[in-house]
């Protein structure tokens, strides 16, 4: 089963947005401007007291949340990209004994069979043009366009 073009647009973009989030507030959370909550992953991986008091003790900076942000949203970003290309089937699953196939999750009928890894990248374009301006980027376009305006 395969998605629709609609379908598989709204899933790229909609994992830029949630990547963005979730770097978002790591960063806040690592530079001190919001608390520090309990991990989600990995189950029972929670912050030491001494882990938590070493992120406690960086000091809050916006350049440095700027930072961090970008590099949470990175190591987001690879996990998906990674995951994208098992299921395209250009990457092997490092434990799997024997061949590895792809699977058929992204191409759908009215769709021209691209490889969502390939898709994903492409598509930070299409999320960047439509997200809300929170007055700072991840990447370092001044425009959505990547061929104008580099910093």
């Known amino acids: 089963m ?7 647009i709204a899933l790229l973009t909609d994992l830029h947005r ?4 979730v770097a978002t507030r790591a960063a806040q959370v690592i530079a001190g401007a919001q608390e520090m909550p309990d991990l989600a992953y990995p189950p029972n ?3 030491t007291p001494v882990e938590r008091a070493a992120l406690a003790s960086l000091p809050s900076n916006p350049v440095l949340e700027s930072a961090l942000r ?14 994208f290309c098992l299921l395209d089937g250009v990457a092997d699953p490092i434990n799997y004994q024997g061949t590895w196939m792809p699977l058929p999750v992204g191409k759908g009928k009215d769709v021209d069979g691209g490889m969502l890894h390939d898709e994903f990248v492409d598509s930070y374009w ?26």
Do not use: C, M
């Not at 949630?18 to 989030?21: D, G, L, T």
């Open 45 to 47: 991986g929670g912050l």
């Open 70 to 83: 970008k590099v949470v949203a990175d190591a987001a970003a690879g996990s998906v990209f990674h995951l």
């Open 126 to 151: 299409q999320w960047r043009g439509q997200r809300p301006n929170p007055g700072w980027l991840l990447d370092n376009y001044k425009d959505a366009n990547p061929e104008s305006d580099h910093e």
């Open 18 to 21: 949630e990547i963005e989030s």
């Open 2 to 8: 395969g998605l629709t073009e609609k379908q598989r």
